[in-house]
């Protein structure tokens, strides 16, 4: 049995370490923002090379957050991607604005910055880029489209922490940075917890009184906010656990190296139509190539945080997940529907064969385990498994 993810064996070593942090808050029962909250923003805005950084509730609460400090709301439009995990558009209507769709680059996975001028109306307030699986969008692009018509970006950069973007870390290239703490993101709390990036002193302002209520001062409020702060318990142990994130990071891009290999050499990644394409990172902007050395990022100033490794699977991909499952190996489908297909955004009016490469992607990919911990052995047994199946 190979689970997707296998957090017991990351917390055996730290536990100690843990333990005497949760320790601590218990015995200081300070538990509500306070001092572990603000070091771990410091912490956090040093590692994100961002000045600003809040603590919150969830990634979740982390866009919302962000949407409500720029006072988006109704009969305004986000430009987002459809292949994405279901917050960034939820997080949209729920302030009440609507997400205008754009489809993704067939080889990131991630917003085409090509087609998004083309969705911009008088009605645009915001830009909000995915950095899926861990891998930047094309941000020079984004940006220069943002600067052209003066939107905002925010970053849905819930699953890049540390991921970079010719040098820029994700999050600090846009208006605001949104992250998630879930536990299976690279940086996972105990829990719920999230948080938001910037580097403009007025957001930053405006967003800690947001996350609490909109007060300024005590029971005075300047804003409608709500509860989105993070627990002083998280942040703990989130300060603890950011000192290992880049050996983490180190690990996982030697497995996508070490499975970027395994599957060539099974022959099923060549030719014209090969049956399994391996992801792909940026090379320069709008280019994308296969990692083949682990240690050294071969590309310039680009950082792929692997968070999923994900394969397109050209044939057969359902057959395949039962299969994987028969054999106890783990694995899952990100995302199964496209976001303008969903019930519950019908609303909005989005119609099958709209967004041809989103649609493509969530019938074809699917991730297999990339935990930093992985043994040699266990990457053999996923790649082949795999290979036995399409034999
Ligand atoms: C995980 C995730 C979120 C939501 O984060 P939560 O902490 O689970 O609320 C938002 N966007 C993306 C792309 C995510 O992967």
Redesign the pocket.
């Known amino acids: 049995m190979i689970p997707l993810l296998d957090l017991k064996t990351q917390y055996a070593p730290l536990k100690a370490e843990i333990q005497a942090v949760m320790n601590r808050v218990c015995d200081s029962q300070y538990f509500i923002l306070g001092p572990d909250v603000e070091a771990f923003e410091q912490d956090l805005a040093t590692y994100c090379q961002a000045q600003f950084a809040l603590g919150v509730s ?6 919302l957050l962000a949407l409500m400090a720029l006072d988006i709301g109704p009969g305004d439009e986000v430009i987002t991607t459809p292949y ?5 558009a939820g997080c949209v209507a729920r302030v009440g604005a609507k997400a205008v769709f754009v489809d993704i680059d067939p080889q990131s996975y991630n917003l085409d910055p090509r087609q998004i001028e083309a969705a911009i109306t008088s009605q645009t307030r915001a830009i909000m880029p ?3 699986y861990g891998q930047c969008a094309d941000m020079e692009a984004i940006m220069a489209v943002a600067e052209r018509h003066n939107l905002p970006v925010i970053e ?1 950069a ?2 890049a922490i540390g991921a970079e973007y010719k040098g820029q870390r994700a999050g600090n290239i846009g208006h605001i940075g ?1 992250f ?3 536990p ?2 690279n940086l996972g709390a105990f829990g ?3 948080a938001v990036t910037t580097n403009d002193p007025e957001l930053a302002k405006k967003m800690k009184f947001m996350r609490m209520h909109g007060e300024h001062t005590r029971y005075y409020h300047q804003y409608i906010g709500g509860n989105f702060r993070i627990d002083a318990l998280q942040a703990a142990i989130l300060s603890v656990k950011l000192r290992y994130l880049d050996e983490w990071t180190a690990g996982r891009q030697r497995n996508a190296a070490d499975y970027n290999a395994l599957f060539r050499q099974t022959g099923l990644t060549e030719g014209d139509n090969p049956m399994i394409t391996l992801p792909h990172e940026s090379l320069e902007t709008g280019q994308y190539a296969v990692r083949t050395e682990a240690e050294v990022n071969p590309f310039s100033g680009h950082r792929h945080i692997y ?1 999923q490794y994900v394969l397109r699977f050209h044939e057969k991909r359902d057959e395949l997940k039962a299969y994987l499952q028969e054999h106890q190996i783990g694995h899952a489908i990100y995302y199964p529907v496209s976001l303008h297909e969903q019930e519950c955004f019908a609303a909005w009016g989005g119609k099958t064969g709209q967004y041809p490469h989103s649609e493509l992607a969530a019938k074809q990919t699917l991730a297999i385990p990339i935990y930093p911990e992985l043994t040699m052995a266990q990457k053999e047994e996923v790649v082949q498994t795999i290979a036995r199946f399409y034999q």
Request: charged content about 15%; hydrophobic content about 40%; aromatic content about 14%.
């Open positions: 969830s990634g979740t609460d982390a866009l994405t995990f279901f917050a960034t995915v950095h899926l849905d819930a699953q949104c998630s703490f879930f299976s993101k719920d917890a999230g968070n």
